[in-house]
């Protein structure tokens, strides 16, 4: 049984509806990473599993149990708020017992379990302080210890690591992976930032706009985005797209409107002259001296493991993520050319996905694992 | 920079400062000395009030300005202290205005978080109503609320006393204002923690504005200590004044005494006095909130 389903569900703030019609569900122990652009009803749609905000349509159910009018305090939920919004009046350990507290439990069973969660998240040291006392990164654990003392069926993340430098940010990802991990307990953690989303996640639900755009698995996602935006969100930089049309002839394969023909493995039904959107990752582009993009590179950005180079193609921006350093200088023309990876097309007007990848695996796709291993 | 330099510059830049200190703002010793000036004729009438109380009758009707008695004497306070029942009306001040601000603090307490924080219909327009109330003073109304309180059998009570004096608008304002102002995630947090209202309220909200509270409740502590308008009407036997309405019986029983008068009003005073020093903080910053509220 999925232990958390949202089943057609609406929001509406009076007259404006900022949700629609969304269903999707997270398995029991699974990690699910709510994310899409900021305003696009992420905490919203949190805040209405959590039971902060009404449901104004469908229905969500917890463990097999519609809670559309269940109190918050009824739901076995805890929440961890992208502020933290520790009581500054109270110490870490009565922050952390005060849910325990609520529900009158005996002071030892308080005591052991507040004891246990400061062991696991290493706060046994600052059970005394006031929040005021505690660093940017102490209070987020101080949050994630008031949540974890519940021991409750669903944690919810509220973008819980946005207020941490970017060190500490990539350091606590990897500890609430390995927390949930140990625990198993559903998660659903919010963000904005995809590599968060990525790197974390069982299970990506990619909203916009208060619309689910997406749900599957990271690498799902990222090979296989329904659309544009998705493609364009997820995965860094940012894939390119370019327009073009279906050529009409015997091998498969899209004109650039920028110049170029782009070959294209097999593709079924498209109509020539059919306007489509090709979708390249930056990193499945590479020199090639017979490729078919002509690139001129603008700017070079050098991180040291990759070389990221800003170019443009027949008008459009491209960019190039190369795993050498090469000696690229701005002005120069390159040709380019798919490797390694999918060429994705899309619909020039609705933007949703046309192909699935494996079926467009091309001609240059040879010498994958060459560039793969090397 | 070479030393040469160095020292030039330093001693540059101590004759600047020397200057700066010498300098004398004439705007700012204008103002300096209006606020002395202002100082000294506010505390005048205290100073004398004191000065009188320590002096024998004679020397204060005799004609002229003496800054400092001749003769100290306590003649004064001793004789409101043992003639009147001025520790039965101490006594019935100190129920009667704890009373009453216990019950505001509480009641405002209630009402500034249910309007802050809970939607419920008509919420807008009660507080409309509680604004507007405030824009009544409160003498307008005090036939009716001596009408009402004869009614209801309680005249020379101290719940006579107490009843009129819960209105406090003032007070729920600026409950509602600071609960308006938490930012929300608090709430949240804590309902998702299992928090009902009382428990928000009492656990959460009252403990993030103990020195609203604190300040709030002393001036509402000083205001009904104050009051004489109110307990003046309501209260007709000795053994029921309030101490500023007991003091005014000190003249009529004995005469005109000036010094047995001033004496029972610095008693009366007194304990409102010494709140004042403790409580300097706390009474700034009540005065500073409750002008601040933007009807
Ligand atoms: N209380 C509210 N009243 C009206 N509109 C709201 C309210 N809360 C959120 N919204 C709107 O709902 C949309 C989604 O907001 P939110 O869930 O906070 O987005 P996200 O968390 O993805 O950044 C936004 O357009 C926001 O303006
Ligand atoms: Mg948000």
Redesign the pocket.
Known sequence: MPQVEFEKVG?S??A?A??RELSFRIEDGEFAV?V????????????MLAGL?EITAGEIRIAGRAVNDLPAKDRDIAMVFQSYALYPHMRVVENMGFSLRLRRAPKAAIAERVGAAARTLGLDRLLERYPRELSGGQRQRVAMGRALVRSPSVFLF??PLSNLDAKLRVQMRTELRHLHQKLGATTIY?T?DQVEAMTMADRIVM?RD?AIEQVGRPLEIYDRPANHFVAGFIGSPAMNVLPGRIRAGADPAVALDGGGVLPLGHVPSLAPGRAVAVGIRPEHLRPDPDGPLLAEVEVIEPTGAETDLSCRCGGQPLMVALRDRGSYRPGQTLRLAPHAGPVHLFDAETSARLTHPESMIQEYDDDRHETRNG | MTGATATQAARLLAAAARRRRLRVDPMGAALTALTLVAALAFFFPLYWALVTTVKPEVEVVRPGLRLWPETFTLEACAFVLTNSRILVWYLNSVVTSVAVTLLVILSSLLAGYALSQIAFPGRRLLYGMILASFIVPISALIVNHFLLVHRLGLLDSWAGIVLPQLIHPVVIIVYKQFFDAIPKEYREAAVVDGAGHFQLLFRIFLPMTTSVTAALAIITLISAWNNFLWPFLAQNSQEMMNVTVGITQVREAYGIRYARETASAVIAGLPMVMLNLVFQRQITRAIVLSGGIKA
């Open positions: 929001k703030f009076g404006l900022v949700m709510l899409g652009p900021s305003g696009c009803g992420k905490s919203t749609l949190l805040r905000e509220d973008e919010v904005h909203m208060g």
